[in-house]
Structure formats: C-alpha cells, structure tokens
Nanobody, 127 residues
Framework: VQLQASGGGLVQAGGSLRLSCSAS????????PGWFRQAPGKEREFVAA????????FYGDSVKGRFTISRDNAKTTSYLQMNSLKPEDTAVYYC?????????????????????WGQGTQVTVSS
C-alpha cells in the first residue's frame, strides 16, 4: 500500500485545513487509517484514527473537538479536517494505515500499529 498525503499549508490561527491521504494498492476498505504529527524537536504524536470495522474514531487529547477523521472508500482516501487551528498545531502531518484488523482503541494511538506511512505534509499555523 502506498500513501500520499496532501493538503498542508500555511494558515492563520483559528483557520481550517483539510488533509487528504490517497491510498493505492491493497484493499483500502479493510485498512484502519490514522494520522500522526511531529513538530521540530518533539516526538511523533498521535492525532486521529479510525477503526475499520465499526468506523469508531479516536483522537489525541490536544485535537479532540477540533479535528475530524473520515474516509471515502470509493476514493480510497482518508481525510483529516482540522478546525480552530492553533500555532501549537504546527507540525509535519503523516498519514498511516494499519492492516491489523479491528483492535482495541488504545492500539490505534501507537505508531507501531501502522505498517504503511505517507511522506508527510507540512502544516504551519501563524499567530
């Protein structure tokens, strides 16, 4: 499975962006999509994920209520809608996918769960 992330850019605080992650190869509908981010000098951080079976969603505490993960199986694409952006959201955002089937919620928060990664897209939020 190859993943291609896009949609990053520069936005003012309070603004919105939608990231896309286009997948090719494999059976997209059976994969669980996820998003992580990494700011300079910091560790990679869990942002959002979706369990493939019931489409239950999970979010990092810092983005809960502001970000929404979704998927379109027909387009083999997952999305991350980011609203009310803050300067601390500035990071490189990575999309990922896991083929490990349906797991408990905590599993989706760990980068080791994901076998496939996109190349990252830069999001910069100005104050």
């Amino acid at each position: 499975v190859q993943l291609q992330a896009s949609g990053g850019g520069l936005v003012q605080a309070g603004g919105s962006l939608r990231l896309s992650c286009s997948a090719s190869g494999g059976t997209f509908s059976s994969y669980g999509p996820g998003w992580f981010r990494q700011a300079p000098g910091k560790e990679r951080e869990f942002v959002a994920a979706m369990r493939p079976g019931d489409r239950n969603t999970f979010y990092g505490d810092s983005v809960k209520g502001r970000f929404t993960i979704s998927r379109d199986n027909a387009k083999t694409t997952s999305y991350l809608q980011m609203n009310s952006l803050k300067p601390e959201d500035t990071a490189v955002y990575y999309c990922a996918a896991t083929a490990m089937g349906n797991k408990i919620s905590s599993a989706y928060r760990h980068s080791s769960t994901y076998s496939y990664w996109g190349q990252g897209t830069q999001v910069t939020v100005s104050s």
